[in-house]
């Protein structure tokens, strides 16, 4: 079990992970609804990302770490030091009983992810970020892509010259990594597959939980 009767039957301290946490896109208005809809329930919610802006300000998060959108987002992407060390300060601090994680591989980096040992964590896949270094596991020409992470990616025209030795090191970490995660939870059940097919389901049970929207 991913935590005890005990913990379910008192309210919970719940670390939210996103890579950022303005008000646009479906992950992150998806991070800042759960982390509202706990509180309303009566747990103790936080929300962890980076202070990128996509799109206007401002940033939500209730603890951040650095991030950005310039060029040099390609190199935090494998590793933000500044996201492994203020969430070591969270964690310390905040003491939660289940880490709740969305997107990391756009800002926070699997850098994270060794610090995240200790804790019930459930990893929730809004995309395919785990096996595609693009997220999108989509061809330029928008056909769905069949292949495994790899050369393929350089020679189907997905990631240039330059982001290629990077983003294939981001998704070994990643695998390296990878126990950390207690549950996996997919958006859909073709997202699921697609983690299964890699083998996402021999380090931890992959569910669907489809998006909720309000009543």
Sequence with gaps: MLMSREHQDRPLKILLVNDASTSSG?????????????RERGHEAMLFSSRALYGKPPVLADHTCFGS???????????????????RK???RFRPD???????????????????RGYPTIYHASWHELVCPTGLKMLPDLRPCGYSAGVECLRQ?????????????????????????????????????????????DVADVEVILNGVPV
């Excluded at 479906?26 to 706990?38: H, N, T, V």
């Excluded at 289940?98 to 995240?116: D, E, K, N």
Aim: a positive charge.
């Design 157 to 201: 025209g997905c990631l240039s010259k330059l982001a290629f030795p990077l983003l294939l090191l981001q998704l070994r970490l990643l695998r390296h990594w990878r126990s950390g995660f207690h549950r996996v939870v997919a958006n859909s059940h073709y997202l699921r597959s697609r983690l299964c097919e890699e083998g996402w389901d």
């Design 90 to 92: 969270v964690l310390s």
């Design 98 to 116: 289940i880490v709740h994680v969305r997107m990391l591989t756009t800002q926070l980096s699997p850098l994270i992810l060794p610090a995240l």
């Design 69 to 87: 959108t310039t060029p040099f987002r390609q190199v935090l992407r494998v590793a933000n030091p500044s996201a492994w060390n203020e969430i």
């Design 26 to 38: 479906g992950a992150e208005i998806m991070s800042l609804a759960l982390r509202d809809s706990y």
